[in-house]
């Protein structure tokens, strides 16, 4: 179908039945292949011997990687570029009157979504799955690194496709995607389009589930049966948080034959008859001790929850990564690992070297006493998440925070949400609003200065001066190192392109300080 000219693209129709394989897909295009959740299914599908090309708008990281590999990439999107592709894939940025698309229908080349393809590479593994609002990069990583690190057998060398790098302990990074020779997939499902409904694993994770892409589910409601059916999904288990409102009316709502399957955890203290029959795992302990640099906690799994474990266990779990948020990404992992088969203290132990999905709490640098470290955080839930973890890991410093908000209809939707997260911060500059697939003009009026007049409604600290609206990032870069002391500590904060700025951080830093110094 087309709509003026453009195809009509559905992100939620399934391509693929269950007996499908990746071998029938032909020479396969990607449109946009220099994005993180795209580059992945690229390289996994190159892996497997597909041949596989693609095009971006512009060179990054993604696409220099790719054509190390040996996978062609053309910078910039012409009709020219799907010529002969059997399969072309989308993901939900694309338009329906990007050129490429419109070629693949003219030649009748088969369209299918990013998730399609995800979706098919499911086939014949043991799949885990990890959804939800916050937390499904690094409960992903945390799961393939427990899998990489300790498996064994068939649980050694899984495929995962994660969305994000994978940061090493030496301070390098290793990508999200890999076709391993395990029988085991770990992989990201996103729920803002709705398309992550097309994914029957053996195991389901749900992180988190406060409301959010109200732009495609419209309400809560929507999005939340859109978990709940999800979890229904599931094979074999569903392992499910229950520290927010959100996921714990999700465990309620599920089918009881399904929440019979359910392994629940958090820090919660609830009654068996809110569990909905679920099994439930404790984080119990939970803290971070001023200059230790590791987040501890206890995990209590009950007696009968997995096979073979026919008393309770309470495993002693450390991180280097921080915050209580954590602590629940490193139970989900371990418990998904135990299903999988692996005993507990091993993953446990596994979990400790981990250090971090890129971009989530990552120290870019250092310099003359001010360190700069970048974090994905997004949502107002995640921002006052990594902002507590800072309080506690830096607990004298002073924070200073330069947010891009990511999306103008979530900062329409969660403008003061932002201005409450963001107040627990010293300092605050917020940047011009990157707009993925939206457009200004769509949003008349919705800018920076969206959060900083809800700020002003704050019973703050001083109440003015604490937060300021920079529509250039790269000027906000500048003014806030004008403003940190040594000792301190400055976030670059957003799901765009606002980590670009950390290098301009620390060579300003630099230069601010030897001016200084002079």
């Known amino acids: 179908m087309t709509n003026g000219g453009a195809i009509d693209l559905d992100p939620t129709l399934p391509a693929f039945g269950p007996d499908d394989d990746v071998q029938q897909l032909g020479r396969t295009h990607f449109i946009g292949i220099g994005g993180a959740g795209m580059s992945v299914l690229a390289e996994m599908l190159h892996e497997r011997g597909v041949e ?6 512009e060179a990054n990281a993604k696409t220099q990687r790719l054509e190390s590999l040996g996978i062609p990439v053309t910078i910039g999107q012409a009709a020219a570029n799907v010529e002969g592709a059997r399969t072309v894939v989308y993901s939900s940025a694309i338009r329906g009157d990007n050129p490429e698309i419109v070629a693949a229908r003219e030649q009748n080349s088969r369209i299918v979504h990013r998730s399609d393809i995800l979706a098919l590479l499911m086939h014949g593994t043991r799949a885990v799955t990890v959804a939800g609002a916050h937390g499904k990069t690094t409960t992903s990583s945390l799961l393939a690194h427990i899998l990489v690190t300790a498996g064994s057998g068939a649980l050694a060398d ?3 496709a994660i969305g994000g790098s994978i940061q090493r302990p030496d301070g390098t990074s290793s990508d999200g995607g890999h076709a391993g020779s395990g029988d085991v997939l770990v992989a990201e499902a996103d729920e803002s389009d709705g398309s992550f409904l ?3 694993p053996d195991i389901a ?5 406060e409301a959010d892409h109200l732009d495609h589910y419209h309400d809560e409601e929507h999005y939340q049966a859109a978990f709940v059916e999800y979890a229904g999904h599931a094979h074999d288990r569903v392992i499910i948080s229950i520290d927010d409102d959100g996921a714990l009316g999700i465990l309620q709502a599920l089918d009881p034959s399904v929440a019979a399957r359910a392994i629940a955890y958090g820090t919660r203290e609830l009654a068996a008859a809110e569990l909905n029959g679920a099994a439930f795992a404790r984080i119990e302990e939970e803290r971070e001790e001023a200059g230790s640099g590791e987040e501890r906690f206890t995990l209590q799994i009950p007696s009968g929850a997995f096979e073979g474990v026919e008393d309770d266990v309470r495993v002693p779990v450390a991180l280097r990564i921080p915050g209580a948020h954590n602590a629940r990404n490193a139970a989900a992992a371990i418990l998904a690992a135990m299903q999988l088969g692996m005993e507990p203290h091993a993953a446990a132990a596994a979990v400790h070297d981990f250090a971090g999905a890129a971009r989530r709490f ?3 640098g250092c310099e003359k006493g001010v360190s700069v470290i970048d974090d994905y955080a997004h949502h107002p839930t995640e921002i006052r998440a990594l902002l507590e973890a800072a309080r506690r890991r ?4 002073g924070i200073h925070v330069l947010f891009q908000p990511h999306l103008f209809s979530r900062t329409k939707y969660f403008a003061h949400e932002f201005a409450e997260a963001l107040s627990l911060a010293d300092d605050v500059i917020v940047s011009g609003v990157y707009p993925a697939r939206e457009r200004q003009e769509d949003f008349p009026g919705i800018g920076a200065s969206s959060i900083v007049s809800a700020a002003a409604e704050l019973p703050h600290e001083p109440p003015t001066g604490w937060i300021r609206a920079v529509e250039d990032m790269h000027t906000a ?3 806030i190192v004008m403003r940190a002391h040594h000792d301190d500590v400055i976030f670059t904060v957003g799901a765009g392109d606002i980590t670009d700025t950390d290098p301009v951080l620390l060579h300003a830093l630099q230069a601010h300080r030897e001016a200084c110094e002079a």
């Open 52 to 57: 596989v090309d693609g095009s971006d708008r």
């Open 158 to 160: 899984p495929s995962y």
């Open 198 to 200: 097309k994914y029957h």
């Open 205 to 209: 994770i749900v992180t988190h589930a």
């Open 362 to 364: 990552q120290l870019r």
């Open 394 to 397: 830096y607990p004298q410093a």
């Open 477 to 479: 870069a500048q003014m």
